[in-house]
């Protein structure tokens, strides 16, 4: 399992789940540049890979401020994703967040797969298998997108901050107890949304995820975030 690819690759990759092994399964109740790679009608930007820090310059800080002020502007997102795995895998469907804490992906068919957030867990559950790996939310790169505010400039390991004409690329490190890699945001380089982020593990594997259609501060429905646990299984 790479730092976002699922257990369940055949099926579909899984996005932002750390390399690690679940707390509990249960059954369910290079830069500067960045260019582009097309997979089939998607366009993605490839993703710098930076080993070290760089200095930033007032003006990329001041970018930074600016992407932090808009995110932290945003408390309800809803869009389509397409995601693409580093061999090539591709799988698509609906995203669902509500700061803080709270995501939902749901998978297109043929994929099983479905991701869900609440607050604290995160749980992969597999609809075929009948089963929910959880893993803890604080662990996983999703956290970066899930806090309530962030400042990019104090709260995160920037090694890079890239603009163009189109996108603001910011290049994060992120390690923890669960693993070591690199997270790539990337924003529109006038509205400062965020449009499409990836993560490459300790081994080089990338895996890219890419919204569209989306919707900013429209209310999710709080019943899409709620992960059932059995009685006297998974975290307590």
């Known amino acids: 399992m790479t730092i976002i690819a699922g257990a369940a690759h055949a099926q579909a990759p899984v996005p932002l789940v750390p390399q690690a092994r679940p707390q509990q399964s249960q059954p369910q109740a290079k830069p500067p540049s960045t260019p582009e790679r097309k997979t089939n009608d998607v366009t993605l930007r490839s993703t710098p890979v930076v080993s070290s820090a760089q200095p930033l310059s007032p003006q990329q800080t001041a970018t930074l401020q600016k992407v932090s002020t808009a995110f932290n502007a945003m408390h309800d997102m809803q869009a389509t994703f397409t995601q693409v795995e580093f061999d090539g895998a591709r799988a698509t469907g609906r995203f669902f967040l509500t700061k803080p804490g709270r995501v939902r992906f749901q998978y297109d068919r043929p994929s099983p797969l479905e991701i869900v957030a609440d607050g604290s867990d995160l749980v992969v559950r597999d609809r075929k298998l009948n089963t929910q790996d959880f893993y803890p939310l604080k662990q996983t790169p999703l956290r970066y997108l899930l806090n309530e505010r962030i400042d990019l400039t104090k ?56 919204i ?14 709620k992960i059932y646990v059995l009685p006297g299984i998974g975290p307590q």
Do not use: C, M
């Not at 992120?174 to 593990?201: C, K, M, P």
């Not at 080089?204 to 995820?209: D, L, N």
């Not at 569209?212 to 975030?225: I, K, T």
């Open 212 to 225: 569209h259609n989306v919707a900013l501060n429209r209310p999710n429905n709080p019943e899409l975030f």
């Open 155 to 210: 709260d995160a390991k920037v090694l890079a901050v890239l603009q163009d004409n189109d996108l603001v690329t910011v290049v994060i490190e992120d390690r923890n107890d669960f693993s070591q890699g690199q997270l790539t945001l990337f924003f529109d380089a006038h509205s400062y949304e965020l449009r499409q982020w990836s993560v490459i593990d300790s081994n080089g594997r990338e895996t890219a995820v890419a």
